[in-house]
């Protein structure tokens, strides 16, 4: 055991120094746990003192009682012989630790939220200011039941409660308002499929995903994102949202098709999707479906905006499978549809419905999230100066010759990372998820209903101040090596956790540190005169959705390796966290 015991949490230690030999005991190979009198077999043995209540005892010397001010691990302290100092009576004083000090469970909280409308629940809450609703929350327990109109939810407040909802798919599956809905726009992909389906859909798609796949990518990213900003001129308005799906969008199409998408049909992506994130959030709220037959303009223009979708993704497979064959994710999907197995000799062959499901799954979601992610990390920089400086300074030393960022440049690009890493846990775009209960069970010690809906969010789990200190600060500082604790990189989960944790989580982070390396190295954008933060507009997915901004060109300074920035020899060690969903 060393100079130290280790002991439960909450309680006082022992040292060695601390436990003096006396009458009685005559082995000095270590040192005895600290006992108590024991009042029914009197004293013995060895002299102690609590380091808590700084009180001397004796323990007993036949049973070796514990205190409750002292429990101990098993194991430690063991009586001995006192002619041989050898170990006698293991099992027994195990057990009897084992009774004496019982593992301590936690206490889960739960409660309704107030404030609940007649058919409306808190839809309208939600709708009208969603993160401040949130934020309410966590006062009503660690489990609030809430009102998605007319049904029941459950919203999970604490991060251990989301590690066991996400960690057990098969209890919780994907489901609920959001998946139901969901599952319009992308049929029964990656994202929305249940778990009974999953593996063998994950497993087709996951070889474009991989680690060693993602570095061959970085030239394709660095090209689009240099591409999307050549055209901005000094003083002049930068529409960032717009430019972020722009690249997103060719992108992630580029991974997926080989060729980006043209910039009519690019564009025609971006609109579509502006309505249909929006629709598809009033849905999930208000999970009342007579309301969305009506024939209002909001619900048409939903409507043709997801038929736009559908025709553009038909419009793509049909031009593919006129040309030739190509290695990549649509080539992989139309080789297996063809009754081809996947790479590891036992895949289904799939149906054209399903290769239509993972392209537009794919698409959408590797445009969507990273796009915002990275037009919230442009507006809180230029909120930020100083963190954005220590990102220029970061940016001038690695890429000191102006060139764009490559692979081997990932592992020193710490405090880039970092922004990112900090951007996702202070505006996550994924913000609000569904799950539902595939059977009776039990969460926090509240019964839940077969089919019961449960919530989490991941704004919520990253503004809470017990996992981050003084949460609206945006500080990427958080995420340099060694900053972290291990609670706070189980608390960030804006990829989520488990076997549904996004496909594609890695190449999201590359993606968005090389789009972010590669545009700030070179610009520098700054808030239109007179601006003022505004709440995000609620929708699917969350973040500056009409984001205007002045470029400025910005004068490289180089700076020396000692800017502040720890290096790292791993591209994953910065602002590495543990981060739906797929």
Known sequence: MGDRAVLRVGHPVVTRAEIRPGEG?????????????????????????????????????????????????????????????????????????????????????????????????????????????????????????IRLGPQRAWMVCHPELAHEVLMDPHTFDKGGPLYDRLGKLMGDGLVTCRQSTHRDKRRLLQPAFRPSHVAAYTDLVTEEAEAVCEGWRTGRTVPVTDAMMTFTTRTISRVLLSDSLDDPTTARVRDCLADVVRGLFVR???????????????????????????????????????????????????????GAEDADGDGPPITDQEIHDHLITLLLTGAETTALCLAAAFDLLARHPAAERRLHAELDTVLA????????????????????????????????????????????????????????????????????????????????????????????????????????????????????????????????????????????????RSLLMTCEARPRTPSPRTAGAPRTSHSRTAGDHVVDDA
């Open 25 to 145: 005991n005559p082995s000095p190979r270590g040192p005895v746990p600290r006992l108590g009198r024991d009042r029914t077999h009197g004293a013995g043995g060895m002299h102690c003192r609590c380091t808590r209540h700084q009180q001397p005892f004796t323990p007993c010397a036949i049973c070796f009682s514990v205190p409750p001010c002292a429990p101990l691990e098993k194991g430690f302290g063991k009586p001995e012989d006192r002619s041989t100092g050898q170990n006698t009576s293991r099992t027994g004083q195990e057990a009897f630790m084992n009774r004496a000090v019982p593992e301590q469970k936690r206490t889960w909280t739960t409660g309704t939220a107030p404030g609940i409308f007649p058919l409306l629940g808190h839809g309208i809450a939600l709708y009208r200011r969603p993160l401040a609703f949130l934020n309410s929350l966590p006062a009503h327990g660690d489990l609030v039941e």
């Open 284 to 338: 999930t709220v208000v999970p009342i479906d007579a309301l969305f037959r009506l024939p209002t303009p909001a619900n048409r223009r939903y409507r043709n905006a997801l038929s736009r979708l559908h025709a553009i993704i038909d419009t793509v497979i049909a031009r593919r499978r006129r040309g030739p064959d190509r290695d990549d994710v649509l080539g992989t999907l139309l080789t297996a549809a063809h």
């Open 401 to 544: 010759d102006g060139r764009r960022p490559g692979p081997d440049d990932l592992p020193h690009l710490v405090r880039t990372r970092c922004v990112v890493s900090e951007t996702l846990r202070h505006s996550s775009p994924g913000w609000l998820f569904t799950r539902v209960a595939t059977r009776e069970t039990e969460l926090a010690g509240r019964r839940l209903p077969a089919g019961a809906t449960v919530l989490y969010s991941p704004y919520l789990l990253h503004h809470d101040p017990a996992s981050f200190p003084d949460p609206e600060r945006f500080d990427p500082d958080r995420w340099l090596p060694g900053r972290p604790t291990a609670e706070q990189r189980r608390a960030a989960m804006p990829f989520s956790v488990g076997n549904r944790k996004c496909l594609g989580d890695e190449f999201a982070m590359v993606e968005a540190t090389l789009a972010l390396a590669t545009i700030a190295a070179h610009r520098r954008l700054r808030h239109l005169p007179g601006h003022t933060p505004k709440p995000p507009r609620p929708a699917i997915t969350l973040g500056p």
